[in-house]
């Protein structure tokens, strides 16, 4: 892991033990709250945030959702849009399969 992303990790786990000292919210409800802010979750995190064993959120990411718009690896490392999964939850969704589909096989080689 990068070093950057090291003290980074360093930095929120502190901010968290910290929180957790200070405040009476007890632990899973304090990392709740921290999920439910956060843009974007590791599988853990949405295991968590879903009520789902890591095994089953992976298992659906095989066969329902979609690279680069339920979830990306920018850098070898899963994560996933909490407000993509947030939609796929309540069965709507802002993607267009037709359109997919027809730009995979159109894009930039138009058919004559």
């Known amino acids: 892991m990068p070093y950057f992303q090291q003290l980074y990790q360093r930095k929120l786990q502190t901010e968290f033990y ?3 000292q200070l405040t009476s919210i007890p ?3 304090l990392l709740h709250l921290l999920v439910e802010c956060r843009k974007w979750l590791n599988s853990k995190e949405l295991a968590h945030y879903l009520g789902y064993s890591e095994d089953k959120i992976h ?4 066969t329902e959702w979609i690279e680069n718009i339920h979830f990306f690896k920018p850098t070898g490392k899963l994560i ?3 407000e993509k ?4 939850v309540v069965g709507g ?3 267009n399969v037709d359109k997919i589909i027809g730009d995979a096989l159109c894009g930039p080689f138009k058919l004559s």
Not at 59 to 62: E, P
């Open 18 to 20: 910290i929180l957790l």
């Open 85 to 88: 999964i947030d939609k796929w």
């Open 59 to 62: 298992k659906i990411k095989k």
């Open 93 to 95: 969704s802002d993607i």
């Open 80 to 82: 996933f849009s909490k």
């Open 27 to 29: 632990f899973f409800d």
